[in-house]
């Protein structure tokens, strides 16, 4: 019973870290938000007054009418092919045309038409383009190549200079993970690849991938994987509990996810995921997160 009292006070003491982790990035986020919002306004010659109206709210100037904007977006869409665009041209839409709606939907083509067959050359054309590691696009390309060729798309990597081996495995898992695992197994702590073996990826930054990946396809798949992994012996499954615990944030929400992490087994998988979830709760919700906290502290 007191081994019971002290793991669960340790946990609240963890979950009350995370909280004010949490407060501190989310009024730093806040204030650069409140930072751009301004700059945005500016920008689009529309500014907020700092004296009040008759009425006692601000007034809200704009250079902006509402005349013709209901096709603006069809007249910006018009007239383009995507299909007689072929590859290189939609990957160069995808990241260099200047309107971000034609370069979301030449990139949704681009995936649409991907298959094990071309993904090569829609790599290719990516990279030719000046795609970048932090863009988006090169994450979700990685995943659907992972998605759609599974092995052949994570071996083909390895040869490769620039490369998202998480991505890749992760899309893998979620359609193929007793494969994706069975591989993963045979891999060495770090993985040398590349051209020249130069390059060095930790396995337990690729099991995060195949987490990630369970994680979409099934987030009790998922933590049934971290929990064996536990019961083996390894040491650094909190962090492969976290990563199932962001992936449920993103899916539910906080709430979503503080439901969910209330489900889980006593013990250090689910201490872990209700750290990583009031982490996040602080930022978005900080009464609520608070709330939560003590809820479970008074347990």
């Known amino acids: 019973m007191r081994n019971l009292i002290l793991t669960h006070g340790f946990w609240a003491i963890v979950m009350v870290t ?13 204030a650069d938000r409140q930072k751009s919002e301004i700059q945005n306004q500016a ?3 529309q500014f907020t007054l700092s004296a009040p109206s008759e009425t006692g709210m601000t007034r809200t100037t704009s250079n902006r009418t509402d005349s013709g904007e209901s096709g603006i977006i069809p007249k910006l869409i018009q007239g383009t092919s995507f ?14 045309d200047p309107n971000q709606l034609k370069r979301r939907l030449a990139f949704s083509h681009l995936l649409s038409e991907m298959t094990s067959e071309n993904a090569v050359q829609i790599r290719e054309g990516l990279i030719a383009a000046g795609v970048s590691n932090r863009d988006s696009e090169w994450r979700d390309f990685n995943y659907a190549w992972g998605t ?24 893998w898992a979620s359609t193929d993970p007793t494969n994706a695992i069975a591989f993963l197994d045979q891999l060495p702590e770090k993985l040398a690849h590349g051209p020249g073996n ?36 390894r040491s650094d499954t909190s962090r492969l ?20 992490a209330a489900t889980l087994k006593d013990g ?6 209700m750290g ?24």
């Open 83 to 96: 299909i007689e665009m072929g590859i290189e041209g939609l990957a160069a839409m995808s990241l260099k």
């Open 43 to 45: 920008s689009r010659g």
């Open 241 to 260: 509990m976290e990563t199932v615990a962001n992936e449920v944030i993103r899916q539910e929400g906080s709430i979503g996810a503080s439901n969910w």
């Open 268 to 273: 250090p998988l689910k201490g872990s995921a």
């Open 148 to 171: 759609i060729a599974g092995e052949a798309a994570f071996s083909g990597s390895l040869t490769m200079e620039k490369v998202d081996l998480y991505s890749v495995i992760s899309g």
């Open 276 to 299: 990583e979830i009031a982490e996040g709760y602080a930022r978005t919700d900080p009464a609520s997160a608070a709330g939560w906290i003590e809820e479970f502290a008074a347990q």
């Open 198 to 233: 130069k390059l060095k990826t930790d396995r337990l930054d690729l099991e995060k991938g195949v987490v990630a990946g369970l994680a979409d396809r099934n987030r009790d798949e998922a933590t049934k994987y971290v929990s064996k992994l536990l019961a083996e012996g």
């Open 18 to 30: 995370a909280f004010f982790v949490g407060m501190g990035w989310q009024r730093s986020a806040t």
